[in-house]
Nanobody
Framework: QVQLVESGGGLVQTGGSLRLSCAASGSTFSIRVMGWHRQVPGKQRELVAN???????NYADSVKGRFTISRDNAKNTVYLQMNSLKPEDTAVYYC??????????WGQGTQVTVSS
């Protein structure tokens, strides 16, 4: 089992920045994928970004050039640096980790609100 604890959400004005963190504990030795998804009420949860154990990254088109995902394997932590935030980035952000067996673990979610 893997437990995920997120931090860093909050309220920011348009154009501002936030940094999300997600720390894993438990059976972390086999984590392969770390990532972030987001969800707004009434819509499906969508991929924001993920990073594979080798370091390759994927981003949603809507955040490319503004968001940067990174991971610290020694700390079992994934980060999401969000710059140039827009009101449409407002959502609950969920941390995601996937191990080599394909088991998926989710964080509890952290609210990000961007005011116009």
């Amino acid at each position: 089992q893997v437990q995920l604890v997120e931090s860093g959400g909050g309220l920011v004005q348009t154009g501002g920045s936030l940094r999300l963190s997600c720390a894993a504990s438990g059976s972390t030795f086999s984590i392969r994928v770390m990532g972030w998804h987001r969800q707004v009420p009434g819509k499906q949860r969508e991929l924001v970004a993920n990073i594979i154990s080798g370091g390759s990254t994927n981003y949603a088109d809507s955040v490319k050039g503004r968001f940067t995902i990174s991971r610290d394997n020694a700390k079992n932590t994934v980060y999401l640096q969000m710059n140039s935030l827009k009101p449409e980035d407002t959502a609950v952000y969920y941390c995601l980790m996937v191990n080599t067996r394909g088991s998926i673990y989710w964080g509890q979610g952290t609210q990000v609100t961007v005011s116009s």
